[in-house]
């Protein structure tokens, strides 16, 4: 039976065979006539592999002769650990060497845990030879668009492929969260027939001689779903934006992960804020805390060893911290001394800024993760709920993490002809006409009776991205997609 090799140590402590499929990481010189040494590779785990001619088939050995980096093979022997156990013979000499050759680089032997002596082999894939090499001690240093370009082999290093591991334990985490919480997973088109006016980033789509459109977000069909009487959905999925500033920023791509939620509310708007916070946290905490997800930060925080720990801040009330937008405006003039106008969105530099505040501050928790409330209507979108303390203002908000903000949300208004009183004004924007035929799908929804609701649209991958502390959005991306990338 083949094993997945999740504890080579338990194996070596009861001393029994295994046998398992593994990849050759490198192959180290040896000087001995009829001996090959491998350091293989399973997941982050690398073993020592001692392969002797006389302990297996001609055949297999032939093939043990001819392997190549990134091939991957089926082993089989008894395991045992490197540092209770005396090395005997000239293993001594190769586990000490750093005079191993790997496609022309040097790759230390001296990091096994474990090794193995081979009784059964056998060649599952063969690589070929010549491809791009990427080693522990090299990666920090290559160019992201190098390690973009050979993809494939860029996430086989342990820690990138650690990183893709955390975003998958990310959304199981808010999905278990969400559900516990009475949600339902909703699925809702990427194909649209109405944009709005003056919004230049979406993709135009001929669609059977009609026009059509990428979404941007899936709020229209969450806040349909919504007067259908769901209650609580959510949708994790793509969305696309022709951000032209995608060339250039570490935080913008035309394609990215999006987490849309949108629930009914008794009361007041806080109570969608106040549950977005909360799962927000527990994901957080999950990811610190369960063990499976502990060993995969290990394992990025070894190649990116400059970041720090991410700090979950609670206020008196066990909540996130939260302030309004004139108040986050006043920290950055009379408490860090930076000019902003408050009429216009907080800059990538300022929410940077407060990011560091809040991060440094013993009032606030010494947090990452805080949200900013009250936002001015001319900022948000022409369906989000005016104040009904603060001319201006509009019950919609940001939650900031590590610096950035990853989310925003709104309490929408619900009412048909405010609704439409809203899109004539222009608040945000160039009037909009609620007789066109392109909204009349959108607003019957609000015709049958709309309950009081709100919502937010959360990036995955720059959540991801803020809890880790990466530079750019595209080390959490699998295959990102920008104004200069279509491949791989």
């Not at 093979?73 to 000490?96: C, D, K, M, Q, Y």
Request: proline share 4%; hydrophobic share 40%.
């Amino acid at each position: 039976m083949v094993e997945n090799m999740i504890s080579p140590a338990r194996h070596a402590l009861k001393r029994e065979k295994v046998t398992f499929d593994a990849r050759v990481n490198s192959i180290l010189n040896s000087e001995l006539q009829g001996k090959l040494i491998l350091k293989l590779r399973v997941q982050e785990i690398f073993l020592k592999a001692i392969i002797e001619a006389e302990a297996i088939e001609e055949a297999a050995w032939e093939k043990a002769q001819k392997l190549t980096p990134e091939s991957i093979v089926r082993v089989a022997g008894h395991i045992r650990l490197l540092n209770s156990e005396p090395v005997t013979n000239g293993e001594t000499a190769i586990a000490n060497s750093d005079r191993v050759n790997l496609n022309g680089h040097k790759d230390a032997a001296s990091d096994f845990d474990y090794a193995i002596h081979v009784t059964e082999f056998a060649v599952i894939a063969h690589a070929s030879l010549g491809l791009p090499a990427f080693h522990r001690d090299e990666l920090s240093t290559l160019a992201l668009d190098e390690r973009l370009q050979n993809r494939i082999l860029d996430v086989r290093y342990a820690a990138d492929g650690a990183i893709f591991k955390l975003r998958s334990g990310m959304c199981q985490l808010i999905t278990e969260f969400l559900y516990s919480k009475g949600f339902h997973w909703i699925h809702t088109p990427r194909i649209i027939s109405a944009t709005i006016a003056g919004d230049n980033e979406y993709f135009h789509l001929p669609y059977f001689g009609r026009d059509a459109w990428l979404a941007q977000s899936s709020q229209h069909h969450k806040q349909m779903a919504l007067s259908m009487d769901m209650q609580r959905v959510f949708e994790i999925g793509p969305v696309f934006r022709a951000e032209v500033k995608s060339r250039t920023s570490a935080r913008h791509m035309t394609e990215f992960t999006v987490l849309d939620i949108g629930m009914v509310f008794r009361d007041d708007y806080h109570e969608v804020v106040d549950l977005i916070e909360s799962m927000l946290v527990f994901v957080f905490r999950g990811l610190q805390e369960r063990q499976q997800y502990q060993h995969l930060i290990e394992i990025v925080r070894k190649l990116y060893t400059t970041r720090g720990e991410f700090r979950i801040g609670l206020d008196e009330h066990g909540k996130v911290p939260r302030i309004t937008f004139p108040e986050a405006k006043r920290i950055l003039r009379e408490e860090l001394g930076l000019e902003t106008d408050d009429k216009k969105n907080f800059t990538d530099e300022e929410e940077a800024a407060l990011g560091r505040y809040f991060r440094a501050s013993p009032h606030f928790g010494q947090t990452d993760v805080f949200t900013i409330d009250q936002y001015p209507a001319s900022m948000r979108q022409f369906n989000s709920q005016p104040s009904s303390d603060a001319v201006g203002l509009c019950n919609a908000w940001d939650i900031i993490v590590g610096g950035r903000e990853v989310c925003s949300g709104s309490q929408r208004i619900n009412s048909y002809e405010e609704l439409c009183e809203a899109m004539r004004a222009g608040v945000c924007g160039p009037p909009l006409d609620p007789e066109a035929e392109k909204w009349q799908a959108y607003l019957a929804a609000f015709k049958a009776g709309m309950p009081r609701h709100g919502g937010c649209g959360l990036g995955v991958n720059r959540l991801l991205q803020s809890f880790l502390g990466l530079d750019d959005i595209r080390e959490v991306s699998l295959f990102p997609r920008d104004i200069e990338r279509l491949v791989p």
